[in-house]
């Protein structure tokens, strides 16, 4: 699209939101009134009461409700995880990207905005924040991505056919901001200062112009594009194949990418440009909503208590109005008891004199009052019905805010606060989506923000920091490889709620010490553990110490610091050598023993020879040689002639 393409639309879609989402707004700065004690009288009958000096008293106790359900939205804690989403993802690199958004989080002041867009979620139906990219420093050639609070909930205009509660299913969203005249032609000398009553083409122009100011929009829409994906033998997918390709299947796709602009009524300020985002870079926490027909309706945690606040409004002021600033009760006397007094007697409920002068008359006794006015126990009744109804209304009652019911056992107390809980919990669960949809943002910006070769500082979950290099080329025996590979693989997102990891400390150390005491023979083998928990000054030093104390074997190498970790190795190295002087020794008595061994049998073949050599020396002397001569040489010849005359066998058919 064109600038000129571009305006258009922007005009016709940001008309479209404000008509389609008018009455809850409305009702939203209704809401936001009635928060800080405005607007819970009419303003005619108010200006009525005042012009009688009749009290118009307003008791504000809608923010008790409000501050019940941000109180449980600052306990929540909610927690990033990465998980590897294919196998392209690994361990390693889901580890690096989840403590790389725990440092985005936490430089961002992430805490801060999730509780601001949640509570202004419970006070108005809506709260939003923004995820971006922006340069480390003014001097910076690199990017990071950062999480922004949108302070005015009413600057948000998302798409009136988005449904999910984070908009995440949302084609295209506004981010404005008003400005004075003077403050947009510095910023903006170039551009045209939109003035709608004066502007020929005024179509939906009134929404970007008001009396004294501009208002300028960050447009972001979703463009998509069919294209054409192959899938080749191996497993990688590739867009538009062609025949030269060993492509296994084909099929068309449909591929997306998020645009932004800023623009005014009558041009396009800055951009187009893409977003590093696969999804609209703005998340909405809602309040609750309820769909009827065509329309959504949006509610507050006090939309409903608004009429029980003004009723007891108006109960008060009528309690206030008869009991202490309607005329005190007069006096009954005599015209002669006040003659010549009239003065004093005149004065009397509007003066604190010491003492009424009075002229004694005998047909009446001593002046008196009347009867004084009595407060009507149906103003009472309807006082406290009032303040039920506002329980009631929002399903928050005094247990849940701190006070004292009916309830008497622990257990009847805690049920009547997880009431009060489950019945506001539509909050607590929409910020866990919202946080969730965030992280997914960040999770597919990370890979073109943090695409070069460069060290990151990531947070473990115990917010201890560390650097890692990410990108990186490794040379192995395998060839070269990429290290912590950020653009590689798909990664899923998911957010855990619970206690944040100081309070799982304290639990765990008060879980140990009572097992302890149940089985005080394993004390000593995790007393190290027990006060690396104890949220004692100096306690890592303590259980350092106690760590060095514990029998050979006890500690993971993981667990080891670094200096024993080397005195681990040279521990082992030494015994591995000691384990080799052994082997030597060992081997060198072996060989001896087959040497020796080798010795005393080349001795007893020696000794054998002789005796036979004795022996045959022996048989030569005492002429038994030359007869066994003979016998043998006779043997011979007989078995000579016994084969000559032997007769031959023919072949047998």
Request: charged share 25%; with cysteine; proline share 5%.
């Amino acid at each position: 699209m064109n600038d000129g393409e571009i305006v258009k639309q922007a005009r016709d879609r940001i008309a479209e939101a404000i008509d389609a989402d008018r009455e809850n707004r409305e009702h939203a700065l209704d809401d936001l009134q009635h928060l800080v004690g405005e607007g819970q009288w009419p303003e005619n009958v108010r200006a009525e009461r005042e012009a009688s000096n009749r009290p118009c008293l307003t008791i504000n106790r809608l923010p008790q409700f409000l501050r019940q359900v941000t109180g449980d939205i600052r306990r929540l804690n909610p927690a990033i995880d990465i998980l590897p989403g294919d196998d392209g993802a690994s361990d390693d690199a889901a580890e690096i990207i989840e403590g790389l958004v725990r440092q985005i989080e936490y430089k961002s002041g992430a805490t801060n905005t999730y509780e601001g867009a949640a509570e202004s979620a419970a006070a108005c139906g809506m709260g939003f924040w923004r995820v971006r990219a922006d340069w480390e420093d003014d001097y910076s050639f690199t990017q990071e991505v950062r999480i922004e609070r949108i302070s005015n909930p009413f600057s948000v205009y998302f798409d009136p056919a988005a449904r999910a509660p984070t908009r995440e299913d949302a084609n295209w969203c506004f981010v404005t901001q008003s400005m004075t005249r003077e403050a947009f032609v510095e910023a903006y000398p170039d551009a045209i200062v939109v003035d709608a009553g004066h502007d020929a083409e005024n179509d939906g122009l009134h929404h970007w112009h008001g009396s004294d100011s501009v208002v300028v929009g960050e447009y972001f829409w979703i463009e998509t594009q069919e294209t054409e994906i192959g899938l080749m033998a191996d497993g990688t997918v590739i867009e538009k194949p062609n025949a030269a390709m060993n492509v296994v299947r084909k099929r068309k796709a449909t591929t997306r990418k998020v645009m932004w602009a800023k623009v005014s009524g009558k041009e396009v300020l800055e951009g187009p440009q893409e977003v590093a985002s696969k999804f609209i870079p703005v998340v909405a926490v809602m309040g609750e909503e309820l769909p009827v027909d065509d329309k959504v309706y949006r509610s507050s945690v006090i939309r409903h208590a608004k009429d029980p606040q003004r009723l007891y409004n108006y109960w008060r002021s009528a309690q206030t109005e008869l009991v202490a600033l309607q005329p005190k009760a007069p006096f009954l006397v005599t015209p002669k008891q006040i003659q010549g007094f009239e003065t004093f007697w005149g004065q009397a409920n509007n003066s604190n004199r010491a003492y009424l002068p009075y002229n004694p008359d005998d047909k009446a006794g001593m002046p008196s009052r009347s009867m004084p006015p009595v407060s009507s126990q149906g103003m009472t009744q309807e006082v406290m019905t009032a303040a039920e109804d506002m329980k009631a209304t929002t399903g928050i009652y005094d247990s849940g805010l701190g006070q004292r019911s009916n309830e008497n056992s622990g257990v009847a107390i805690r049920q009547r606060q997880m009431e009060s809980d489950i019945s506001t919990s539509i909050y607590t669960d929409n910020l866990s989506r919202a946080i969730e949809h965030s992280g997914r943002i960040i999770v597919s910006m990370i890979p073109r923000v943090y695409d070069t070769n460069r060290l990151i500082r990531v947070v473990a979950k115990d917010g201890t920091q560390r650097q890692e290099e990410i990108n990186g080329l490794q040379i192995t025996q395998d060839g070269v490889q990429m290290v912590n590979d950020l653009r590689a693989g798909k990664y899923d997102v998911r957010v855990n709620v619970g206690p944040n990891y100081t309070t799982k400390r304290q639990e765990s150390a008060a879980s140990m010490m009572d097992f302890i005491r149940s089985m005080p023979s394993a004390g000593p083998m995790i007393m190290d553990l027990v006060a690396k928990n104890m949220d004692w000054p100096g306690a890592d030093q303590i259980a350092d110490r106690l760590k060095k104390a514990l029998p050979p074997g006890m500690t993971a190498p993981e667990d080891m610091t670094p200096e024993e970790q080397q005195a681990m190795q040279a521990a082992m190295q030494q015994q591995q050598q000691q384990q080799q002087v052994q082997q030597a020794a060992l081997q060198i008595q072996m060989q001896k023993a087959a040497a020796e061994a080798k010795e005393a049998d080349a001795d007893a073949q020696k000794a054998q020879t002789e005796a036979a050599q004795a022996a045959l020396e022996l048989a030569m002397q005492n002429g038994q040689m030359n007869a066994a001569i003979d016998q043998a040489v006779n043997a011979a010849v007989a078995r000579a002639l016994q084969g000559a005359f032997q007769p031959r066998m023919g072949p047998n058919f």
